[in-house]
């Protein structure tokens, strides 16, 4: 990073640092020696948190920020130093927790700008999926063909962790080839019509569809429609069985038209026997007659004894002209030009196509090298024999095995430290965010002209009514809610008998379309917390004990029982928060202080023993959590993940009410560090509400910049998240108003170089 860089980030972030570290050298340097660093020092610190490594206000106040946020809310939570341990007098302990609040509160927003800088990001297999749909209209399930992606900071679209190995490598050009044949048709005559013609009536014997067996005289026929006129043909697919010195005869009556067949085709080698006719529109007739039996039972090889006829099927083939309408929508995308169209060369309409279907591929105007390159191979085809349709075949297979298909490309040329996204590169940001696909034609067309950044909220507005800004819920709400974990989530069946597959979809669907909602109906993100409705069918809302449901569709239903209420009391989320055999207040607290609350408790040490392994621990859930707690190394963390997660202990492990576990009556009361009360799950919700709200907005915000950006949320967007953060609160906390705010944002529309 260069110095001018340096100075840049500290100066938009930090006031002055400079003020900070006489009382860091004074006073907070000896607390920590005295009271944290013999367990959070050097490479084996305890849950990576190494204090003792920061000498400086500086480090504290900028690349250790999160570091130091965790420390604030353990040493102002009590729960360090650990209880058994030495404690800190009470100035002791208030000098530094007033050092790091000050410290981590000192920065300016006024100075220069580091809006950070992406990696450059794969696509992962969603996106991947989404953009061969939008860019070529075939359906390729890239999540069944490719290997899972990666996951950082909760999501797989982080540009970090998208590597690509050698064997995916060969499966993108694999997936290419797949693709392009499914979406090119170089064989033209395979478009032709093709009706298998059934419903036939013997003349002796009951009706047949297009297998007909003749084993002595008669007389198979059917009527037709023939909806467009034309030349068409009829193909009867037949083999025979010989006896005597003719081959079976085969008499066709089309219409007006008879002809006779002689079939030597036999069983295992069938073949076609064709009559063309230009047919009128309307009904037509055709009769299909066996004219000589002949049955020899005396001659001695037996497979010469019986003449039969059998026809395995009758199609009607045409009319033969391929008009351009004809072709899969596909095909018709990508071929905008032929050779001798409108008296254009083969180099003409082959640069016109691969011109086009690049930039659309690249989502940027392909250079005239990339041009020239890709048909160089195309004409290199074309000169081995392929046709016209194949050597575009092998122009498209070409550009989706490219880089700058597969990869979001974003070229840093300037020599400032700091520039702003070309239109091009913000529309591809903006539609993976909201649509985890390729930027559309309109949004092309205005980065082109050079007007999309003058209409964003216009284009976010368009963007977040279409359909495809479902891509948002299941991506991000699914990832964030961990909506994805219900595909592997196991209740114990003889426990949860009501547990099904089908159930588990159905707990998905519920908070999918309840974030749905909140998104398309333009809410406050607060009701994600304290909404009192849902939606729900009749098989979830019998789960939940609610009445008058009825069906198998979704619809919107109202909650008057203050024990259901957003996101919490949802049983997608409580499913996946339990263990197989139970609820797990503590994997609930833990979900709700790193999803909700953004204050994740470190890792649990190695060798704290999990408390189905403590056999000695008595009583209900609750008592035996108490007495797991007093493991010194266990009760700092879950004096605050514990009161929290057994809030919602009135909800079993696949999310149904009850009153009672285990026989004893739920106690679903908590109590925080620093006294703070509540009881049940409505308590928890209206303490996230009133006394929590700025750190659930902060926490969602932080969320989605996450997913937007496809990188985590680093100290030098401090600025950028408090001015989201102001933003949704002059809307009301309008989910558009989250959105915009963060394609508004500096980290959105502009990257580092260097």
């Keep these: 990073m260069s110095t001018a860089l340096m100075l840049a980030i500290c100066s938009s972030l930090a006031a002055d640092p400079a003020r900070h570290q006489a009382t860091f050298d004074k006073q907070v340097k000896p607390f920590l020696t005295k009271y944290c660093n013999d367990c959070h020092a050097g490479d084996f610190a305890e849950s990576g948190i190494d204090l003792a490594s920061f000498n400086t ?30 404690q800190p007098s009470k100035e002791e302990l208030a000098q530094t927790l007033e050092w790091i609040r000050g410290a981590l509160a000192d920065y300016s927003c006024d100075g220069p700008v580091d809006p950070g800088r992406e990696t450059i990001r794969r696509l992962n297999r969603n996106e991947y999926e989404n953009t061969i749909r939008d860019l070529v209209g075939v359906d390729f399930k890239a999540s069944e063909e490719f290997p899972a992606d990666d996951v950082g900071y909760g999501f797989d679209n982080i540009g970090d962790v998208l590597s690509l190995s050698p064997l995916l490598l060969e499966k993108y050009y694999d997936a290419a080839e797949i693709i392009a044949d499914k979406a090119i048709i170089t064989d033209p005559n395979s478009l032709i019509r093709s009706e298998r013609l059934k419903d036939f009536k013997l003349k002796d014997g009951s009706k047949s569809d297009d297998r007909i067996s003749f084993a002595s005289h008669n007389v198979a026929t059917t009527e037709f429609d023939v909806a467009l006129p034309g030349e068409y043909k009829i193909a009867i ?93 596909s095909h018709r995308e990508i071929f905008i030009a032929y050779p001798g169209q409108d008296g ?43 046709s016209f349709e194949e050597s575009i075949r092998d122009g498209v297979i070409a550009i989706l095995c490219s880089p700058n298909f597969l990869f979001r490309v974003e070229m840093d040329e300037s020599k400032e430290p700091v520039r702003q996204l070309n239109e091009f590169e913000l529309a591809s940001r903006l539609s993976y965010f909201l649509w985890s696909s390729a930027p559309d034609k309109e949004l092309l067309g205005l980065a082109f002209e050079g007007k999309l950044r003058s209409q964003l909220d216009q284009q976010i507005d368009r963007m977040m009514k279409s359909p495809k800004s479902s891509a948002l819920v299941e991506n991000f ?18 426990q949860f008998r009501t547990f099904t597959p089908k159930l588990a979809q159905e707990m998905r669907r519920e908070t999918e379309l309840f974030f749905d909602s909140i998104m398309r109906d333009d809410r406050s993100i607060l009701d994600l917390i304290g909404a009192d409705y849902t939606f729900l069918n009749e098989s979830l809302a019998k789960h939940y004990g609610i ?159 996450t997913y937007a950006l496809g990188r985590g949320v680093e100290y030098y967007d401090m600025c ?3 001015a989201i953060q ?22 959105f529309q502009k990257r580092r170089t260097h």
């Excluded at 106040?61 to 999160?66: A, D, L, N, P, V």
């Excluded at 007659?289 to 395995?312: G, I, Q």
């Excluded at 690249?362 to 085809?381: G, I, K, M």
């Design 57 to 86: 206000a500086e480090q504290v106040m900028t690349t250790g920020r999160k570091t130091w946020q965790k420390t604030l809310d353990q040493l102002a939570a009590g729960a360090m130093p650990p209880k058994e341990e030495t």
């Design 237 to 329: 697919r037949a083999f025979g069985t010989q006896a005597g010195d003719q081959l079976p005869n085969m008499h066709v009556k089309l219409d007006d038209i008879e002809k006779d067949f002689a079939v030597d085709a036999l069983r295992g080698k069938e073949k076609d026997y064709e009559i063309t006719k230009r047919f009128s529109k309307g009904k037509h007739r055709l009769a299909v007659s066996f004219t000589n039996d002949f049955y020899d039972p005396d001659n001695p090889d037996r497979e010469r004894r019986d003449r039969n006829l059998m026809v395995n099927s009758i199609k009607l083939v045409g009319p033969p002209d391929v008009k351009p309408e004809n072709f899969p929508e």
């Design 344 to 386: 254009i060369t083969a180099e003409v309409a082959t640069r016109r196509i691969l011109t086009r279907f690049a930039s659309r591929a690249f989502r940027r105007p392909a250079t005239a090298d990339e041009v020239n390159r890709l048909y160089a191979l195309v004409s290199s085809s074309q000169a081995d024999g392929a």
């Design 477 to 494: 709400a699914g990832q964030w809610l961990q909506l994805r974990n219900l595909e592997s989530a196991k209740p114990d069946r003889r």
């Design 547 to 705: 009445k008058n449901v009825s069906g198998e569709d979704f619809r919107k239903v109202s909650l008057d029982d203050k024990a259901r209420g957003g996101i919490l009391s949802q049983a997608s989320i409580l499913t996946v928060t339990s263990n197989p055999t139970r609820t797990s207040p503590v994997k609930r607290g833990k979900w709700i202080l790193e999803n909700v609350l953004g204050t994740p408790p470190p890792d649990p040490p190695a060798d704290v023993p999990t408390l189905e392994g403590q056999k000695e621990l008595k009583g209900t859930l609750r008592e035996r959590m108490a007495q797991h707690m007093a493991n010194p190394s266990c009760a700092s963390c879950h004096a605050r993940m514990d009161p929290i997660g057994f809030a919602l202990e009135n909800f079993d492990a696949v999310g149904a009410f009850r009153t009672k576990d285990e026989g004893q009556k739920i106690d679903a009361s908590g109590e925080l560090p620093g006294g703070i009360k509540f009881e049940g799950a409505d308590g928890l919700r209206q303490l996230i509400l009133k006394e929590h709200r700025d750190e659930f907005v902060r926490t969602f915000s932080e969320k989605m910049l």
């Design 720 to 722: 950028a998240v408090d």
């Design 726 to 747: 102001d933003e949704l609160e002059r809307n009301d906390y309008r989910f558009s108003a989250l959105v915009k705010a963060i394609v508004h944002s500096d980290p």
